[in-house]
């Protein structure tokens, strides 16, 4: 329970912290409790930019689908957001950033209300960007339940871990706001990158040198395909890279680039984003790979068997049964239960609180739900000219309590695997939304109508992989299950991981519907006043 114990204090930290800490007079009112004043120093603004985009999915997803699919995991999401995400930041985040300094934004549909001159388009972009990041809050407070019952052996139930994670962010959110939040992902940030670093060197010296760990996954049939590429093709690869497009259009992304005190604190941003990326991403795959080759810890061989079963044949297997064995063979844990079980008692607790730092980044997530809802409906609708500011803020914060019990209820009940989740829904949802923000910045022809197409195309195909996934069980691994078939060619297909289109994931063909539906929907109907369209794009002087 030592372990255990070290995280409930860590736990007490982050409440003092978000709370307490770096509270200010005089920082009252709606722009002081969302974004802080728009006054997050460099570093402050770095490191919690950073850190709230480093979730449950960095820490524990990567491992886990490492675990499962070897280091290729890395090349997936690894490399693609360290050289796409800083590009997106520079391309979009700066121009977000001064358009909410010029006009007071505090929200993205804020500005898209205002770019395209819509009102209930708007309340349409919000219902649907609150929809899909509700998937992504919900995998923190899996990965908290998950972290906590691992560290204390089984003692702290899945459940308990899971409402205790949600308490807390709901506490330091409704008290602190944008700047608790963002000094809590700034202490944050800084323990996973330190103790992710420890980690990896503690475990690999403990198992005598990563080195003869790979040999023996080399040397063994079933895995030497983890420490290649060649079990993934080229389609599935490629739309891959499509995924770190999204992390813009997320909310939270968006409404953290409006804190920065100052368009300079970008460039430095920008710069080291990339190596914070490495920082994180390559030990936590790594470690997950490695866990192939430790068999001598029970937990991970467990998961081992249920996996050869898996891939075993499925022949009078029930679906409920298939679900239990994917439950028993996911590895969204398997760094814990190296910890347990190579680190001392004290270091373990320490590590696993550096865990729990990653996974708590739902914070900013929660609160952007809350700003929005306060922004873009409350306010919007009369709400704040009614009943005041102070009523405004009240009304956010009982927001931030409504989503971390909606997020703890789903979180009961959704199934295994944090990476599968966040690629299937939200990161793919996202995505899909990308050409609002394109178009909204670089396009004047754009118009409100295409912004409706682009947000009602992403809702029906967002629904239609759910719906399809939930019809269709996942296959074993290994193993495809043809959906639609033309002429002899699989269009869509249930793999084992989600859905594939021609061999590609769905964020390739739902991104190009959206971009192609702005295009063709905003060129059939009729724009913005000039007065509007000159505040974004102003005539060069004569």
Not at 182 to 203: E, K, P, R, S, Y
Request: glycine content about 12%.
């Amino acid at each position: 329970m030592i372990p255990a114990l070290v995280v409930f204090l860590y736990l007490g930290v982050v409440l003092y912290i978000g709370i307490f800490a770096f509270r200010r007079p005089g920082g009252g009112g709606a722009e002081g409790y969302f974004l802080a004043n728009r006054s997050l120093g460099q570093y402050v603004f770095l490191l919690s930019l950073f850190g709230t985009n480093m979730t449950a999915f960095t820490i524990l997803g990567s491992a886990g689908h490492a675990f499962a699919n070897g280091v290729v995991t890395y090349g997936l999401m690894g490399s693609s957001s360290a050289l796409l995400i800083p590009v997106t930041l520079y391309l979009f985040g700066t121009r977000v950033w001064a358009l909410g300094k010029r006009h007071g934004f505090m929200t993205p549909v804020q500005m898209y209300r205002d770019r395209w001159e819509c009102g209930h388009i708007g309340t349409a972009i919000f219902a649907i960007q609150a929809t899909l990041l509700v998937p992504y809050i919900v995998i923190a407070v899996m990965g908290g339940g998950t972290t906590l019952n691992a560290v204390s052996g089984g003692v702290v139930p899945y459940w308990f871990g899971g409402l205790l994670v949600a308490a807390v962010v709901m506490s330091y959110v409704f008290f602190g706001g944008m700047r608790g939040t963002a000094w809590v992902n700034t202490f944050q940030t800084v323990l996973f990158l330190t103790f992710g670093a420890a980690a990896i060197v503690f475990i690999g010296v403990s198992i005598g040198g990563f080195p003869a760990a790979m040999e023996r996954l080399a040397a063994a049939p079933e895995s030497a395909p983890l420490l290649t590429r060649e079990h993934i093709s080229p389609r599935f690869f490629f739309s891959y890279m499509l995924i770190p497009l999204s992390s813009i259009m997320f909310p939270h992304i968006s409404i953290f680039c409006l804190t920065a005190r100052r368009m300079g604190q970008f460039r430095k941003t920008v710069i080291f984003y990339p190596l914070c990326i490495l920082a994180i991403w390559l030990p936590c795959t790594f470690l997950g790979l490695a866990a192939n080759a430790m068999t001598d810890v029970p937990g991970i061989e467990s998961k081992l068997e249920a996996r050869a079963e898996l891939a075993a044949d499925a022949g009078g297997r029930t679906p409920a049964e298939t679900g239990e064995l994917q439950r028993a063979a996911a590895g969204d844990d398997v760094i814990i239960l190296m910890l347990e079980h190579y680190a001392p008692l004290w270091l373990a607790g320490l590590l696993g609180a550096g865990i729990m730092a990653a996974v708590m980044a739902s914070d900013s997530q929660i609160l952007a739900l809350s700003t929005m809802f306060t922004e873009d409906v409350f306010a919007y609708y009369g709400g704040k000219s009614r009943f005041g500011s102070a009523v405004q803020v009240q009304t956010g914060r009982l927001f931030v309590v409504l989503i971390a019990l909606v997020a703890y209820a789903i979180a009961l009940q959704a199934p295994p695997g944090i990476f599968g989740i966040a690629v299937q829904y939200a990161f793919s949802g996202f995505a899909t939304l990308l050409p609002l923000l394109v178009a909204a910045l670089f396009w004047r022809g754009s118009t409100k109508w295409g912004a409706l197409a682009v947000v009602l195309w992403t809702a029906a195909t967002m629904t239609a992989v759910g719906v399809l996934q939930a019809v269709v069980p996942a296959p074993a691994p290994g193993t495809l299950v043809p959906i639609w078939t033309v002429g002899g060619l699989d269009v869509i297909t249930r793999t084992p991981g989600g859905t594939a289109v021609l061999g590609y994931m769905p964020v390739l063909p739902m991104l190009v519907g959206s971009s192609l539906l702005m295009f063709v929907v905003s060129r059939l109907t009729p724009g913005p006043a000039a007065a509007t369209l000159r505040r974004y794009f102003p005539e060069p002087a004569a």
